[in-house]
């Protein structure tokens, strides 16, 4: 997969749909010279098991500029500096988390343009019951 991703030298934007998380895919997109990256599961949304892995490799793009991530749960994610528009969205996100990601963009020296989705549901058992928005 690293040789076959490193030897798209004209690569400008990137879309991944995957089954499963692998540290494999991950480090082939390590340096990659992209400016735009999407990353998303097979059915709508990541399930990160090596979120370090895929942090560092976020943070090495350096001419990425636009970046969507589709997961599950939040990951901290290392901002490239040469980020200019970040789209996450995440199906559960906790305040502790909203508070993490908003200390990552406020760590970036540019300004980013931001777009965060998230649901707000209670588990009761095995029903979700959603919480008004306010």
């Known amino acids: 997969m690293s040789q076959l991703l490193s030897s798209l030298t004209h690569l400008d934007t990137l879309c991944i749909e995957v089954d499963d998380d692998s540290p494999g895919l991950w480090k082939a997109l390590h340096g990659l010279k992209i400016k735009s990256l999407i990353l998303s599961g097979r059915h709508g949304y990541l399930n990160v098991k090596h979120a370090e892995t895929i942090a ?32 996450i969205y995440c199906v559960a996100l906790l305040p502790s988390e909203l508070h993490e990601f908003v200390g990552t963009l406020s760590a970036c020296t540019r300004t980013v343009e931001s777009n965060l989705e998230f649901g707000c549901a209670s588990f009761n058992d095995v029903r979700v019951k959603p919480i008004p928005p306010d």
Do not use: M, V
């Not at 560092?56 to 528009?85: H, M, N, V």
């Open 56 to 87: 560092l490799s976020l943070s090495s793009l350096k001419q990425l500029e636009k970046l969507s991530i589709f997961l599950r749960t939040y990951i901290d994610i290392k901002l490239p500096q040469s980020l200019k528009y970040l789209n």
